[in-house]
Nanobody
Framework: QVQLVESGGGLVQAGGSLRLSCAASVRTFTNYAMGWFRQAAGKEREFVAGISRSGGSTYVADSVKGRFTISRDNAKNTMYLQMNSLKPEDTAVYYC????????????????????WGQGTQVTVSS
């Protein structure tokens, strides 16, 4: 069983930064493409960023491009989301997810692709 635990959320003023972490308890972290999603109150879950098994291929959604960066440290079984220049509209619960795949350079924006999810961490950006 894979467990994902997010951390690093909190309350920050607009323009500030946060770094989210997603620690995975799994034997072979490199078997998983990873993704970050978020869900604001009353809205559907939204894809934020994805990263391939090796970390060599990444993507961030247009809504956060230029402000958010996704990365992973496979030696530490951990994925990160560096969030800069935060805006009030970034307020949401942020989830990490793992997709067991044999495909290289692969990540998916479809939440239905992912096999495991973390419990989420709240990010609140005040204006």
């Amino acid at each position: 069983q894979v467990q994902l635990v997010e951390s690093g959320g909190g309350l920050v003023q607009a323009g500030g930064s946060l770094r989210l972490s997603c620690a995975a308890s799994v034997r072979t972290f490199t078997n998983y493409a990873m993704g970050w999603f978020r869900q604001a109150a009353g809205k559907e879950r939204e894809f934020v960023a994805g990263i391939s098994r090796s970390g060599g291929s990444t993507y961030v959604a247009d809504s956060v491009k230029g402000r958010f960066t996704i990365s992973r440290d496979n030696a530490k079984n951990t994925m990160y989301l560096q969030m800069n220049s935060l805006k009030p509209e970034d307020t949401a619960v942020y989830y990490c997810a793992a997709d067991l795949t044999f495909r290289s350079n692969w990540w998916s924006p479809d939440p239905g692709t992912y096999d495991y999810w973390g419990q989420g961490t709240q990010v609140t950006v005040s204006s």
